[in-house]
């Protein structure tokens, strides 16, 4: 299997930071916000690999920075430290030292992003197809017949009705929405994915659809995922792959089966243990 | 009136600026320049961008016409020209676009091509094609940088599936040069294409924005499109699909204004009034000839 992405030592620091910020944060001493200074310590340290057709989960209570891992990675923030390596057929990408108009080549290209609220990722202003179209546009698809044929494509295979493509997402449902925020995500599609809690806050069934569907566009093309969440049934489901992360840091990491039947860090436990 | 005020209302500094932001727009065809637009002795909105390019260019040399909505004498347009000629002394003003060498002009591109000596002054109340699709600033300049256009695109898309066709009336968003896109001011679609490979510079001056920026001469301008759904100007076919002719002058190849009559019918007459008057002057020269 191809490798696709390597991130190694990333770290994002909110506030100015201070020399003790790192030794003084994180699962040990129990607090991301750093006593000496007041700067929070979102992630520190994060490294993993990713490879063709991989789908990857992060786990970790609200505030853990597994969000903040994806949106670095997919240029909504900027990391204070580390690198990222995005490999293409022939050309390898050092994430954060190109130039922003390479970028946004690669957010709108090659990356997929699917956030938990359907208002970040959607423009609610135009219409369902509209949404879709904007991504073709921003990949120089220049014909409308051709962009309106795509949108409907992808919109049958994310299961919305075609009937409604032209009605504005604010008149859908939640599943829907993320129905079409999953239809624009793969608008180009991209060999690799961006998961942000994509079921939390809808309800059981809706949430089944859409992880299968997730399933079976990832068997169909081969797409690699990075999956965050704190629903262990998404992660037991969907990934092969998991880090636990706590307060920043990641705490365990392997096989989500051994992950989830042997825990060894104490807080993997607790939260497998919790879980019904 | 002469006494204490410089040639051209505007100190030689002022127009200094005025004149180096103008070769800046030149040069990068289609960036809006920053300047300072200074306070005029009329509200902003009124042609106070489009004034201050015309007074920073002209020359006791030149022969000035100013136009609002196509026409000499409509209030704007008059109290434009009367303020020129008072405040530089010397000049010839004219409504005959042939013997002018610098055109202001609102809402309309003359319909007799321009020549390459000629300068056409635009007076411009939004340069900012992207601000119908993104409120901040900062981000239209990186956008403009990145020519990443695909939402005023999306706009269009939009449009097709609401209307089956474009929408936009004028401010048509225009590509400069493949990379630029410039709101070409309020002039109707059957004027773009006038933009593009024009023979004569046009300039374009916001004021109250303070923008100033150009589409040189012989410069590629292409209004947005898709390749299956193509630009189109106006249509002035009647309900049977003939053309309209301007009731005044004839002409059937013009931009035509609608006027209501008093019994309710409508009167269809040329936008540009100096066009209409030449044709007007010409078939009455045609038919004394015949009559010879």
Known sequence: ??????????????????????????????????????????????????????????????????????????????????????????????????????????????????????????????????????RLLMNDVSHYGEIRERAKELLSRTEVLLSRMDESPAAFSGGMQQRVQ?????????????????????????????????????????????????????????????????????IESGLTDQILEDPQHAYTQRLVASAL | MSAGYNFGFLDEHAKKEVRRAILKAISIPGYQVPYSSREMPMGRGFGTGGLQLTLSLIGANDTLKVIDQGSDDSVNAVNLRQFIEMTCPGIDTTTHLSE??????????????????????????????????????????????????????????????????????????????????????????????????????????????????????????????????????ESFNDAQGKRRACARCGATDSFLDEFMNEDGSKRYQCSDSDYCDETLQASKMTEAATYA
């Open chain 2, 100 to 233: 002018a060498t610098l055109i202001q002009s609102r809402h309309r591109i003359p319909e007799t091509p321009l020549k390459p000596e000629q300068v056409l002054v635009l007076q411009v109340p939004y340069p900012d094609p992207l601000v119908v699709v993104e409120p901040s600033e900062d981000k239209r300049k990186i956008m403009h940088g990145e020519a990443d256009y695909a939402r005023l695109l999306v706009k269009l898309y939009e449009d097709i599936v609401k209307f089956d066709e474009i929408t936009i009336s004028h401010r048509y968003p225009t590509r400069i040069n493949d990379h630029y896109v410039i709101d070409p001011s309020p002039i109707p679609r059957w004027d773009v294409p006038k933009l593009d490979n024009s023979p004569a510079l046009v300039l374009f001056g916001a004021g109250r924005e303070k923008k100033i920026y150009a589409v040189p001469p012989h410069t590629k301008g292409e209004p947005l499109a898709f390749e299956d759904v193509p630009f189109r100007v």
């Open chain 1, 1 to 134: 299997m191809r490798k696709i992405l390597e991130v190694s030592n990333l770290s994002k620091i909110y506030g100015k930071g201070c020399p003790r910020c790192i030794e003084s944060t994180g699962p040990e001493a129990d607090t991301n916000m750093c006593p000496h200074c007041g700067s929070v310590v979102a992630i520190h340290d994060v490294s993993f690999d990713l490879h063709e057709g991989e789908i990857l989960g992060l786990m970790g209570e609200s505030g853990s920075g597994k969000s903040t891992v994806v949106k670095n990675l997919y240029f909504d923030q900027t990391p204070t430290s580390g690198e990222a390596r995005f490999f293409e057929e022939d050309t390898t990408h050092e994430m954060f030292n190109l130039n922003a108009a390479q970028q946004r080549r690669l957010r709108n290209q090659r990356f997929g992003m699917v956030y938990q609220n359907p208002h970040l990722g959607l423009n609610f202003g135009i219409s369902s197809g509209g949404n879709i179209a904007e």
């Open chain 1, 182 to 250: 999953i239809a624009k995500a793969l608008a180009t599609n991209p060999p690799l994915l961006y998961l942000d809690e994509v079921t939390t806050g809808l309800d059981l069934s809706v949430q089944a659809r859409i992880l299968d569907l997730i399933l079976e566009i990832q068997q169909e093309r081969n797409t690699a995922m990075i999956v965050v969440t704190h629903d262990l049934g998404v992660i037991r489901l969907l990934t092969g792959r998991a880090l636990v992360m706590k307060y920043g840091r990641v």
